[in-house]
């Protein structure tokens, strides 16, 4: 089908070119016309002349029902929006001096955000004395990415912003954890 949605569309009285190529609902070509028999042509069918390429010499005109046209274009938009997927960043903060209790409860999280489909934006956060040692929280965010790699992907390296150390897990794609599954037969 003629992507017309793109750009505005002119329609009958719109179309300011002499003469046009015309294509009828069918998709049957009637040939080069002048601008009034085409538009004769299309109202004597109950129709609307819509202009579909005007670089084209002479421009291309189409007789279709446009309201009819908008509104089936409208509907597949919101069928399309309907079913995507919007995924969100869910942030979880730790603390270099992170208990091993709080460790489970928060990776349990973190691992419920990316069977979701989520992804997850760990977060080391320092406080006074602690900036002195970063190695601290890289060793949890690295102890993060290697507990959860099976069904995770680092997107973002640990790095250092400010008083913060975060990384971003995404969840494995299927098509990787069925690739892995098929070398494992090899």
Known sequence: MIDIARDHNFVNEDIRANEVRVIDSTGEQLGIMNIKDALEVAGSRGMDLVLVAKESIPPVCRIMDYGKFKYSQSKKQQVSKKHQK????????????????DYRFKTAHITRFLNEGNKAKVTIMF????????HLGKGILDRVASQLED????????????RRMSMVLTPKKIS???????????
């Open 176 to 186: 990787d954890s069925q690739s892995g599954g098929n070398d494992a037969e090899d």
């Open 86 to 101: 919007i995924i969100k960043v869910k942030e979880i903060k730790m603390r270099p001096k992170i208990e091993e209790h």
């Open 151 to 162: 069904i995770s992907e680092v997107e973002q390296r640990p790095k250092m912003e400010g």
């Open 127 to 134: 406080r006074g004395r602690e900036m002195i040692h970063p």
